[in-house]
């Protein structure tokens, strides 16, 4: 089993930072992204990471947004600065054995944490 465990999350000021977690064991080498959902909304895509080195970002989130990866910890993060009350939502890591590259669709990822919830005001 993929488990995907996601932590860092909770409520912060406009223009503060968080840097969410998710701690990932049962695999290897994958594509892994963050999505978000907030009330009344869809569940979408923030940020991607292939199996190599190419990241993709929501237009929302570029250059407030970094995602990255410590492959000795097994562990992806989120890094999120400059935060708008906007970007208030429940965040899900989300992982896939193998992409062509970085992807922001939901239907691309079959692995998925339970989420951390982010408020921002």
């Known amino acids: 089993q993929v488990q995907l465990v996601e932590s860092g999350g909770g409520s912060v000021q406009a223009g503060g930072s968080l840097r969410l977690s998710c701690a990932a064991s049962g695999y290897s080498s994958y594509c892994m992204g963050w999505f978000r959902q907030a009330p009344g909304k869809e569940r979408e895509g923030v940020a991607s990471r292939d199996r190599i080195l190419n990241a993709a970002y929501a237009d929302s989130v570029k250059g407030r947004f970094t995602i990255s990866k410590d492959s000795a910890k097994n562990t992806l993060y989120l890094q999120m600065n400059s935060l708008k009350p906007e970007d208030t939502a429940m965040y899900y890591c989300?992982?896939?054995?193998?992409?062509?590259?970085?992807?922001?669709?939901?239907?691309?990822?079959?692995?998925w944490g339970q989420g951390t919830q982010v408020t921002v005001s």
């Open positions: 989300a992982a896939a054995p193998w992409c062509p590259g970085p992807s922001l669709k939901r239907t691309d990822f079959p692995y």
